[in-house]
């Protein structure tokens, strides 16, 4: 299993990680030891370690872990969306071992008016000319005009995170599984199945979490979904073990076959990112 989606960060690195400062149980240091204890308690081989802060900084650091953890396979790392200097800076991030994508995420990006911003579409452009994937994170209400603008842009290799965001508390379907398949049918995206339980409230079940993960399977297809927890971030409502657990149960529930599943907890990652999985660590 490859986690497409985890986060680390260290308070006295001073990063401005916006979640820790909102959550008092997300304000201390998550580590990558702390991520591998639960990996391996789960049977994750490797993880891509994302942004977490409006940092080239951070995605330095991130980058320097990677090279010496072989198990963190890849960096999506951070770049201003809105300036002059965006190529410079991702070809000069692409020097370095380790970078995989850019989630370039502006000001106000749970309102989705970066959307409709002209330098948006400029910014998505060059990145599409880089060739790294693009982390690209919408709230529901703006699936609609981020297919619009992605459609136009097909040159940009796009990986949707967290489901597009669904108020999973409220049960509610409709309308973001219209939007999500609308979506999905407009781009080439590939989608993270991640970020369902941090929105459900804390009386979340197996069962209410399916409805969610059937309808991003079959919108997507198990060759374009990938395997994330979000993780520390799923730690609002859940835990890395239980959200692993519903996954693969609910995989196995929908009646995927075991290479359909292979693909949505390794393969579409691999492919998406262009990582391998890590060697076999030694049993000793």
């Given at each position: ?89 991702v070809a000069r991030l692409q020097t370095r071992p380790g970078l995989v ?184």
């Open positions: 299993m490859i986690d497409s989606h985890i986060h680390l960060w260290r308070r006295a690195d001073g990063d401005d990680v916006w979640v820790a400062d909102k959550v008092g149980g997300l304000a201390r240091d998550f580590t990558v030891e702390d991520w591998k204890r639960h990996a391996d308690a789960c049977g994750v081989a490797g993880a891509i370690l994302v942004q977490a802060a409006h940092s080239v900084a951070e995605t330095e650091r991130a980058l320097a872990l990677a090279a010496v953890e072989p198990r963190i396979v890849g960096v999506v790392g951070w770049a201003d969306l809105f300036a002059d200097r965006l190529a410079d800076d994508g850019i989630r370039p995420l502006p000001p106000g990006t749970f309102g989705a008016d970066w959307l409709t911003d002209g330098r948006t579409r400029r910014g998505l452009a060059t990145l599409g000319r880089t060739g790294v994937a693009v982390d690209v994170l919408v709230k529901w209400p703006g699936l609609a005009r981020a297919r619009d603008l992605l459609a136009d842009l097909p040159e940009v290799r796009v990986v949707l995170n967290h489901c597009g965001r669904p108020d999973t508390m409220t049960g509610q379907l409709e309308p973001w599984a219209s939007d999500l398949r609308s979506f999905a049918r407009a781009t080439a995206a590939t989608i993270k199945l991640s970020g369902l339980i941090e929105r459900a409230g804390i009386e979340w079940t197996a069962e209410s979490l399916r409805p969610y993960i059937e309808t991003v399977v079959d919108a997507f297809g198990p060759s374009r979904v990938m395997f994330a927890t979000n993780w520390p971030v799923l730690e609002i409502g859940g835990t890395y073990e239980g959200w692993v657990a519903v996954l693969r149960e609910t995989l196995a529930g929908i009646g995927l076959t075991a290479a359909e599943q292979g693909e949505i907890l390794a393969g579409t990652a691999c492919r998406a990112y262009g990582v391998r999985m890590p060697a076999p660590r030694a049993q000793l």
